[in-house]
């Protein structure tokens, strides 16, 4: 079975973070410049909650607030959701389908941060591995294996 800990040592583990305090259209400036859709927050190195398009259009742009003004801490999902680098992705997959979320951090057994993997990452990583097992299929059947 393949484990989280594949798509980490593949992708590798830059995550992008953000303090609680920051405004909203910081955290939306640096979403913009680093091309990605949520960045965890950290607060005295923990994690503290996610931030992501979605809290951006539900609680920011539905609510009519300033995204100048508005904190990060005002509009993030608090609840997050972490996984080990042991999970399986099966595990993984399956959380983010049943949670309605598209974003999973990984920690350690300490809850320290170690990396951060999306439904994009499980998706391109189950084409590729379908991908391997076609092509030794069609060398299979044509007699080159």
């Known amino acids: ?6 798509i980490l040592e593949k992708k590798g583990k830059q995550v992008w973070t953000i303090g609680p305090e920051a405004t909203v259209l910081q955290a939306a400036q640096v979403m913009n410049e680093h091309g990605v ?12 909650g996610m931030f992501s398009e979605r809290d951006v259009l539900r609680r920011v742009v539905g609510e009519q607030r300033d995204p100048k003004t508005t ?6 999902t608090p ?9 399986t992705l099966e595990e993984a ?3 983010m389908k ?3 979320f598209r974003h999973l951090p990984v920690v350690d057994d300490d809850d320290r941060l170690l ?10 990583f189950h084409q590729a591995d379908q991908e391997k097992t076609i092509h030794l299929l069609t060398e299979y059947m044509h007699g080159r294996v």
């Open 71 to 76: 904190r990060v801490a005002e509009t993030m």
């Open 1 to 6: 079975m393949a484990l989280v800990r594949e």
């Open 93 to 95: 997959g399956g959380s």
């Open 115 to 124: 990396g951060l993997i999306s439904i994009g990452d499980l998706n391109a």
């Open 98 to 100: 049943n949670r309605r």
């Open 37 to 48: 859709g949520a960045l965890i927050v950290i607060e005295g190195g923990r994690i503290v």
């Open 79 to 87: 609840e997050v959701v972490c996984c080990t680098p042991q999970t």
